[in-house]
């Protein structure tokens, strides 16, 4: 098990272009979630995925963003015509219910490495 | 109003001392869970500990343990024998498992130094 992995680690660019992230979680995770970190701050609720089903979307999640997890196995978050208020850490999260007695049955979300985004 | 508290946004502990790092919480669900979190400079969020809300015993977890007062909603993470690997942001996270409510609340997290 290699844990959540998300590419690319770093990101900059140019106001107004857009970009694309991706999210690959643990294999045996069938929910995936998206969050944003500015500087100093906790992170930020984006959008929740279970399998393909995006189930939840944060109000933060204007309509220049947009998740999609096609196969219910990675995830891509697009943002377009970014905007330098949209420079900041953006992280995934997977995890997998299971029942009572399992440490994991708390739903526990793993995080991957993130991906940071600067926009110039 | 804020639904996690963190009221120390640094801490200064020597080696090999104990921490206590402060989090208290607001909800109204019965059932919830708290997670603790720690995010060193490399930035990924590494999972900790948790405690449910019907949890009667404080949770541990090696080094690590959560000082649970459900009566005065606090749940304060408790570092034994601090390390110099312990520095790091620290972050506590509620979820209320209300129907549909799949997302962590977090507070602002507390930035943890230790000094050798």
């Known amino acids: 098990d290699t844990g959540v992995s998300q590419d690319p680690r770093h990101k900059i660019t140019k106001r107004g272009q857009n970009v694309t992230f991706r999210c690959d979680p643990i294999?045996?995770?069938?929910?995936l979630y998206w969050y944003r970190q500015t500087l100093g701050q906790g992170p930020e609720f984006l959008t929740y995925?279970?399998?393909?089903?995006?189930?939840?979307k944060s109000r933060l999640l204007s309509d220049r963003f947009s998740a999609e997890r096609p196969k219910g196995s990675f995830s891509t978050l697009e943002i377009q015509r970014t905007e330098q208020g949209d420079s900041a850490m953006y992280l995934c999260?997977?995890?997998?219910?299971?029942?009572?007695?399992?440490?994991?049955?708390?739903?526990?979300?793993?995080f991957g490495p993130g991906t940071r985004l600067t926009v110039l | 109003a804020q639904k996690i508290t963190q009221t120390q946004p640094g801490m200064f502990v020597q080696e090999k001392e104990a921490v206590t790092l402060d989090c208290t919480y607001d909800?109204?669900?019965?059932?919830?869970?708290l997670f603790w979190y720690k995010q060193p400079s490399s930035g990924e969020m590494i999972f900790l500990i948790y405690?449910?809300?019907?949890d009667e015993q404080n949770a541990t977890e090696g080094r690590y343990s959560l000082n649970f007062q459900k009566a005065r909603k606090s749940a304060n993470l408790v570092i034994s024998a601090s390390q110099l690997g312990d520095s790091a942001m620290y972050f506590c996270?509620?979820?209320?498992?209300?129907?549909?409510?799949?997302?962590?609340?977090w507070g602002a997290g507390t930035k943890l130094i230790i000094k050798p």
């Open positions: 999260a997977s995890s997998h219910p299971s029942g009572a007695g399992d440490r994991a049955s708390t739903d526990t979300q793993y």
């Open positions: 294999s045996e995770h069938n929910r």
């Open positions: 995925f279970q399998n393909e089903a995006q189930l939840e």
């Open positions: 909800t109204s669900d019965q059932s919830y869970g």
């Open positions: 405690q449910g809300s019907y």
């Open positions: 996270a509620m979820r209320e498992w209300g129907d549909s409510n799949y997302q962590l609340i």
